[in-house]
C-alpha cells in the first residue's frame, strides 16, 4: 500500500515542491510569525524575479538593434517577468484559496471507499502525464542553468550589466542569482499542475455526484443529491473564479515563450543553445495543456451530471420529485467552464488545438519578416 500514490500524497509532494512558486497558502491556524515570514518570503522571490528582467531589459536596451538577441531576450523574459506576476496573483487569491484547499482536504479525509476509488481512476489516468511534464520541466531548467558548461557564455541566462561581472565573488553571485531565478521559473510553469489538481478535483467530485444520482432510490436521496450538487456548483464557480487570471497569465506568457524560442530554434544559434529553447518552447506548450486537459473533463462531467439525473427513476416519482429534477437539468445546461469574459475563451481541449494553431501562425509571421530583414 505504501507504493500506491494517493490524494493525500500528491498533495503532500505539490506542497514542497511548490515552495517557490508562492502558490500554496498558509494554513488557517497559522500563527503572526509564519505570515510575517510568508510575506518575506514572497517578497524575496518577486525580487528576484523582478532583478532578473531589469537585467534582460536593460540588455534589450543595449543591442536592440541585434534582431536574433531580441527573439531569445524576449524568450527569456516572458518566463522571468512570469515569476512576480504569478506569484502577485497568487497572493491576492491566497484568503480564496485558502477556503477552496481546506474543503478540499476535509473532503478528502472524509470521502469514502467508493469516492476514493474514483480519485483514485483519475490518478491514474493523470499520473504519466504529470511526471512526465515534471521530468521535461526538470530537464528544462537543468539545460538552462548548466547552460555555460557548454557554451562560451559565463552565465546560464546572455546579459549585460553596467560593471565588471568576472571578479569574484560577484561572478558566483550572479550564477547564483541566475540559477535561483531559472529555478524560480520552473517551478512557476509546475504551479499550473496546481492549478490543474483543483480542476481534476472538481471535476471528480462531479462524476462522484453523478454515480450518486444514479443510485436514487428515494425522494430523500434525491434531494441530498440536489443539496450536494448546489454547493459542489459555488465551490466549482470558487475555484474556477479564482483560478482564471492565473490561467490567463500562463498562456499570455507561454505565447510568447512559444513564438520567440521557435524563432531561435530556427534562428542560426549554436546547436546548444537550439536544444535549450527548444525545451523552452516544448515546456510552453505543455504548461497550456496542463490546464486545458482538467478544463475539458470538467465541462464534460458538470455537464453529465443532468444526463445522471435524467437516467434516475423519475418516472416512478411523484411531481415534487420531477419539478426538483427539473431544476437540476436546467442548472446543468451551462456546465461549469474555466474563462475570463471578453478576454479569454473557455479552456478546453478545442481551444488548446486553435492556441497551438494560432501560436504557430504568429511563429511563421515573424519568421517571414525576420528573413526578410536579414
Known amino acids: 500500500m505504501t507504493g500506491i500514490l494517493t490524494l493525500e500524497k500528491i498533495i503532500a509532494f505539490l506542497k514542497v515542491d511548490l515552495v517557490f512558486a508562492c502558490c500554496w497558502p498558509l494554513q488557517v491556524k497559522a500563527t503572526k510569525f509564519q505570515k510575517i515570514c510568508n510575506k518575506i518570503f514572497r517578497l524575496f522571490c518577486c525580487l528576484n524575479g523582478i532583478l532578473m528582467s531589469v537585467s534582460l531589459f536593460y540588455t534589450l536596451s543595449n543591442k536592440c538593434y541585434n534582431m536574433l538577441l531580441v527573439m531569445k531576450v524576449g524568450c527569456e523574459l516572458s518566463a522571468f517577468l512570469q515569476i512576480p506576476i504569478q506569484i502577485t496573483l497568487f497572493t491576492f487569491q491566497s484568503d480564496r484559496l485558502q477556503i477552496i ?3 478540499m482536504e476535509d473532503y478528502i479525509n472524509r470521502a469514502k471507499s467508493e469516492e476514493r476509488s474514483i480519485f483514485n481512476q483519475y490518478i491514474k489516468k493523470c499520473k504519466l502525464f504529470y511526471i512526465t511534464t515534471i521530468c521535461w520541466l526538470t530537464i528544462t531548467a537543468s539545460a538552462m542553468i548548466f547552460g555555460p558548461i557548454l557554451l562560451s557564455q559565463p552565465f546560464p541566462i546572455e546579459v549585460d550589466y553596467p560593471f565588471d561581472v568576472n571578479k569574484q565573488p560577484l561572478r558566483t553571485i550572479i550564477y547564483l542569482h541566475h540559477a535561483m531565478a ?75 515563450a512559444v513564438v520567440f ?87 478546453s481541449l478545442q481551444y488548446y488545438a486553435s492556441y497551438v494553431s494560432t501560436a504557430f501562425s504568429y511563429l511563421t509571421t515573424f519568421r517571414i519578416i525576420l528573413s526578410d530583414e536579414t
Open 182 to 256: 531559472v529555478y524560480q521559473s520552473y517551478v512557476q510553469v509546475s504551479s499550473n499542475i496546481f492549478v490543474a489538481l483543483l480542476l481534476w478535483f472538481v471535476a471528480a467530485r462531479f462524476d462522484i455526484l453523478s454515480q450518486k444520482f444514479q443510485k436514487i432510490s428515494s425522494i430523500s436521496e434525491f434531494m441530498m443529491c440536489v443539496q450536494l450538487h448546489q454547493q459542489l456548483l459555488r465551490y466549482a464557480k470558487n475555484v474556477t473564479m479564482t483560478i482564471r487570471y492565473i490561467a490567463l497569465s500562463s498562456i499570455g506568457f507561454s505565447t510568447v
Open 101 to 103: 484547499i481546506c474543503e
Open 261 to 347: 524560442s521557435g524563432l531561435t530554434f530556427l534562428s542560426r544559434q549554436p546547436f546548444a543553445i537550439k536544444i535549450q529553447f527548444f525545451t523552452v518552447g516544448a515546456s510552453a506548450l505543455i504548461e497550456v495543456f496542463v490546464c486545458a486537459w482538467p478544463a475539458e473533463y470538467l465541462l464534460r462531467t458538470s455537464f453529465n451530471v443532468a444526463q445522471a439525473a435524467y437516467e434516475s427513476l423519475w418516472y416512478n416519482q411523484d411531481v415534487i420529485f420531477q419539478k426538483k429534477l427539473c431544476f437540476i437539468l436546467l442548472k446543468s445546461q451551462v456546465p461549469v467552464a474555466l474563462s475570463v469574459y471578453s478576454i479569454l475563451p473557455t479552456i
